[in-house]
């Protein structure tokens, strides 16, 4: 009985596992480029949604250009060195999102 267990447990991890093993993402989901961009505003924008990047080519040099978000963005946002992303969560759970808008 206690074999029996073991291998539906077993089989059932194996089932659950293959789905992961099949999300991941492999060689023909790359993103694959010919040539660089010639110019900045169509060049290759890379970034976390604070600290961005372009990627560009001009003069056969690379050319590279970092922003943050605070650089651009003028509005007041004066707890934005508060925010983390468990508060976020917090917030959600807590049925607050209307909090996280709000800021």
């Known amino acids: 009985m206690r074999n029996y267990f073991i291998m539906l447990f077993a089989f059932f991890f194996c089932v659950l596992y293959s789905n992961v093993l099949l999300a991941q993402p492999n060689h023909s989901d790359d993103l694959q480029f010919d040539s660089l961009a010639t110019r900045w505003d169509e060049g290759m924008p890379l970034g976390n949604g ?3 990047e372009l990627i560009w080519k001009k003069d056969n040099k690379l050319r590279i250009s970092l922003d943050r978000v605070d650089l651009w963005d003028d509005r007041a946002m004066p707890k934005i060195d508060q925010l983390k992303f468990k508060w976020v969560i917090a917030q959600l759970n807590k049925g ?3 909090t996280v808008h709000k800021i």
Do not use: A, R, V
């Open 50 to 52: 604070w600290l961005g």
């Open 96 to 98: 607050q999102y209307d």
